[in-house]
């Protein structure tokens, strides 16, 4: 081979190489760097806004921190029930936002006579990180919540509320083993597996710059070398095969984020105690706002059923 046909070569590969890295470091960038909600940021609703007014400016809210299991420092906003009560309400958000933004189903579940806890996942809010988990790590560190409540109160009896990437992380955890303590659990929006709703977000951009499946190659390896994980066990769908904790799967029928016949098949897949309520014409966790006296009525016969 000449020295111009390894120049051309080594050329080539030095493009390919550095092609790579720049499409590697921005799909790293979108898929696994946490974006902080800032008060510049529209919400969804009014609602939703006054339910993060509410949480910010409540006169007894706490900042409460623990330690995950590998040592970032968590942060919740803690609100005590206005009377004794054992029961707690523990409400998980989305990505693209912190713990306020759950602030309309912690107010709904407080004026109900309940604690509520509003944990900030890890690389969002107050909370030490600096990668989305999708569930992975960050059921851990809700088991580690969950695990707060008991230890301040042994009789205490919990639910888990979660929205989005909040209601995968739900599913989640309720795949693992849990204390007694865990009643029910409500699941709003939630995706059957991080890989599967990559590629269905990534089908739908107008820039499309490599085939979905080389593209979600590309992510896992990049999220696997730099966050420590692997997306592929992001998978609520098989968590729930190993649920024993009773399920409310909600979901709006027009969701353009998350496709709502992932609900139905997470619905399917559980073993646990189960129902399933659909939004009609409601975008992605819009069924509080959209329809909330269905909402709330579904939600308290479904803990009613659970006994909580």
Same mark, same amino acid.
């Given at each position: 081979?000449?020295?111009?046909?390894?120049?051309?070569?080594?050329?080539?590969?030095?493009?390919?190489?550095?092609?790579?890295?720049?499409?590697?470091?921005?799909?790293?960038?979108?898929?696994?760097?946490?974006?902080?909600?800032?008060?510049?940021?529209?919400?969804?609703?009014?609602?939703?806004?006054?339910?993060?007014?509410?949480?910010?400016?409540?006169?007894?809210?706490?900042?409460?921190?623990?330690?995950?299991?590998?040592?970032?420092?968590?942060?919740?906003?803690?609100?005590?029930?206005?009377?004794?009560?054992?029961?707690?309400?523990?409400?998980?958000?989305?990505?693209?936002?912190?713990?306020?933004?759950?602030?309309?189903?912690?107010?709904?579940?407080?004026?109900?006579?309940?604690?509520?806890?509003?944990?900030?996942?890890?690389?969002?809010?107050?909370?030490?990180?600096?990668?989305?988990?999708?569930?992975?790590?960050?059921?851990?560190?809700?088991?580690?919540?969950?695990?707060?409540?008991?230890?301040? +109160?042994?009789?205490?009896?919990?639910?888990?509320?979660? =929205?989005?990437?909040?209601?995968?992380? /739900? $599913?989640? %955890?309720? #795949?693992?083993?849990?204390?007694?303590?865990?009643?029910?659990?409500?699941?709003?929006?939630?995706?059957?597996?991080?890989?599967?709703?990559?590629?269905?977000?990534?089908?739908?951009?107008?820039?499309?710059?490599?085939?979905?499946?080389?593209?979600?190659?590309?992510?896992?390896?990049?999220?696997?070398?730099?966050?420590?994980? +692997?997306?592929?066990?992001?998978?609520?769908?098989?968590? =729930?095969?190993?649920?024993?904790?009773? /399920? $409310?799967? %909600?979901? #709006?029928?027009?969701?353009?984020?998350?496709?709502?016949?992932?609900?139905?098949?997470?619905?399917?897949?559980?073993?646990?105690?189960?129902?399933?309520?659909?939004?009609?014409?409601?975008?992605?966790?819009?069924?509080?706002?959209?329809?909330?006296?269905?909402?709330?009525?579904?939600?308290?016969?479904?803990?009613?059923?659970?006994?909580?």
């Amino acid at each position: 081979m000449g020295k111009k046909s390894r120049f051309f070569l080594l050329s080539l590969f030095s493009a390919i190489a550095g092609g790579g890295i720049l499409i590697g470091n921005n799909v790293y960038k979108m898929a696994a760097v946490p974006v902080q909600h800032t008060d510049d940021d529209k919400d969804s609703s009014p609602e939703v806004t006054k339910g993060r007014m509410w949480v910010r400016n409540h006169p007894d809210r706490r900042d409460i921190y623990i330690d995950s299991i590998d040592h970032l420092k968590l942060h919740a906003t803690y609100i005590p029930a206005q009377r004794d009560t054992h029961r707690y309400a523990l409400c998980i958000h989305g990505t693209y936002d912190y713990s306020e933004s759950v602030g309309i189903y912690a107010t709904h579940y407080h004026e109900a006579g309940m604690h509520v806890l509003l944990p900030d996942l890890r690389g969002f809010g107050r909370s030490e990180g600096k990668y989305v988990g999708y569930g992975v790590d960050d059921r851990f560190d809700i088991i580690e919540w969950i695990y707060w409540i008991i230890r301040r +109160d042994p009789q205490a009896r919990i639910l888990l509320h979660g =929205v989005s990437m909040g209601a995968a992380t /739900t $599913l989640m %955890v309720t #795949g693992e083993h849990l204390p007694e303590n865990v009643i029910a659990a409500v699941a709003d929006s939630a995706y059957t597996t991080a890989e599967e709703e990559f590629v269905d977000v990534y089908n739908r951009s107008e820039k499309k710059i490599l085939p979905a499946k080389l593209m979600v190659i590309l992510a896992r390896m990049e999220i696997l070398l730099r966050a420590g994980y +692997d997306i592929r066990e992001a998978s609520p769908i098989e968590a =729930v095969r190993n649920s024993k904790t009773p /399920t $409310l799967f %909600v979901h #709006g029928d027009d969701d353009h984020l998350i496709d709502p016949q992932m609900c139905q098949r997470l619905y399917d897949a559980a073993k646990c105690p189960k129902e399933y309520c659909t939004f009609l014409g409601a975008d992605h966790i819009e069924g509080v706002t959209a329809e909330p006296e269905k909402y709330w009525k579904k939600v308290e016969s479904f803990l009613e059923k659970a006994q909580f």
